[in-house]
């Protein structure tokens, strides 16, 4: 069953009557985007969108940008979908809710251009509906974290790799142009070296979660040398910063939020490194492989981050620390071996990417809004909060 909802609010595009009028949007959107923003940024986004309209041509449907993305209901994808339709893109969602997390789309259903399709990835006729008039797909939707897929782990593979490879199987003939799929650095596992992973470093998935990334990987980038819709892998860092899902199983978000609620905590194997990277800056990393022209993204594998946000659990500790007391206890050998710092040179130099935000600031802006009540309610509905169980009906 898939309950489709249509933004109430005029659709943004809609006054578009022919082609020229798609070619002038496009043209004026870039335009805009010069001002405040990476001039060359602005100028490929404009040389991508003129490709992507061309090929449009060629095949007969030339429509104005228009984004599905899968799992847009979740921590990443609610605020990636706000940054899509700021943008000017019209934005749609498919989603199952998994975490019965529908309220995270709330205040979206009359903004022009948004448009709801609530069913699972691996429903062709759900699927079928949601690729219905998109024109490019973020693939986010999947059982995210080690602890959920070792609980569920016939649903994440059925969903992280075979729904995965059904998703990007339906795209073609659709004269989809771009597809962007978020896996992990997790996929890093345990490093040998001090060395900070890039993307040519060997994989060593350690769960579950990562061996299902690593998997569709694999697929993608094979399936990427002849498709139709341009692929691109982002390996994403630990995320952290504030959203309209929030989790707080997630090391940042729950080591500061359980201090600032004057919880003590148990920290295991202090001393292991992790990247983190921003809900905000995941959004930006996405659309600048949507905007960047196919020659720089086709196939390509880039790790999202900054390298300034290599943590260990200990350096996170000691920066919430110097904002307030708190009662912390480290033991070692916990059930997470997980140790890699990672590099994000490559998107920064082929992509100009860097992210625009630091766990240092972060971290004094989430135990203000914990102690100011924000999440007084969270305990009540933690399954909201992270991922920690799966809605029974959606996890057939
Ligand atoms: N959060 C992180 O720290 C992090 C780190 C690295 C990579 N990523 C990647 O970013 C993406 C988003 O992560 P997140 O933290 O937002 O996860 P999340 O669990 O908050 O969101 C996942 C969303 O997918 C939906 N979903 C799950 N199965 C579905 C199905 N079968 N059909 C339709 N919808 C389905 C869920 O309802 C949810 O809204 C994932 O691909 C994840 O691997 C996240």
């Known amino acids: 069953m898939a309950l489709t909802i249509d933004g109430i609010g005029e659709t943004r595009g809609a006054d578009l009557n022919g082609t020229s009028d798609v070619y002038a949007q496009a043209i004026r959107n870039c335009a805009a985007r010069m001002e405040g923003e990476d001039p060359l940024a602005a100028a490929e986004a404009l040389q991508d969108e003129l490709s992507r309209l061309d090929k449009a041509s060629r095949s007969g449907a030339v429509l104005p940008r228009h984004v599905l993305v899968i799992g847009g209901a979740g921590y990443v994808g609610?605020?990636?979908?706000r940054e899509l339709l700021k943008r000017g893109y019209q934005t749609r969602v498919l989603d199952n809710f998994l975490y019965s997390n529908s309220l995270s789309l709330e205040g979206l259903y009359d903004e022009p251009g948004f448009s709801l399709v609530m069913g699972d990835l691996r429903?062709?006729?759900?699927?079928?509906?949601?690729l219905d008039g998109v024109t490019d797909v973020v693939l986010l939707a999947s059982l995210?974290?080690?602890?959920?897929?070792?609980?569920?782990?016939?649903?994440?593979r059925s969903v992280n790799q075979a729904g995965s490879e059904t998703v990007f199987k339906a795209l073609e003939g659709r004269g989809i142009h771009k597809f962007v799929f978020t896996s992990t650095c997790s996929n890093y596992g345990m490093?040998?070296?001090?060395?900070p992973a890039d993307e040519t470093s060997d994989l060593k998935p350690l769960s579950i979660y990562a061996e299902t990334k690593v998997g569709f990987e694999q697929f993608l980038l094979?399936?990427?040398?002849?498709?139709?819709?341009?692929?691109?892998?982002?390996?994403?860092s630990t995320a952290f910063g504030l959203s309209h899902r929030m989790r707080f199983d997630l090391t940042v978000n729950e080591f500061t939020a359980a201090l600032a609620k004057g919880e003590a905590l148990d920290v295991y194997d202090k001393d292991t490194w992790r990247p983190y990277c921003h809900v905000r800056d995941i959004a930006g990393a996405v659309i600048r492989v949507l905007e960047a022209p196919e020659e720089k993204v086709r196939g390509e594998v880039f790790n999202v981050g900054a390298d300034e946000n290599n943590y260990t659990k200990a350096m996170i500790i000691d920066e919430i620390l110097t904002h307030i007391d708190g009662k912390v206890s480290y033991v070692e050998k916990g059930s997470d071996p997980r140790n890699y710092r990672v590099s994000f040179a490559k998107i920064k130099n082929?992509?100009?990417f860097e992210p625009r935000h630091s766990v240092k600031a972060f971290v004094p802006e989430l135990i203000e809004a914990v102690r100011s009540g924000l999440y007084l309610r969270s305990e009540e509905i933690p399954g909201y909060y992270g991922n920690y169980d799966v809605r029974e009906e959606a996890a057939a």
């Not at 609610?78 to 979908?81: E, H, I, L, R, Y």
């Not at 094979?222 to 994403?236: D, M, N, W, Y």
């Open 191 to 195: 490093r040998d070296s001090d060395e």
């Open 350 to 352: 082929e992509l100009g």
């Open 144 to 156: 995210v974290g080690d602890p959920i897929s070792k609980k569920f782990p016939d649903l994440t």
């Open 123 to 130: 429903d062709e006729e759900v699927l079928d509906r949601a």
């Open 222 to 236: 094979e399936q990427g040398k002849t498709s139709e819709a341009i692929p691109t892998v982002l390996r994403i």
């Open 78 to 81: 609610s605020v990636m979908v």
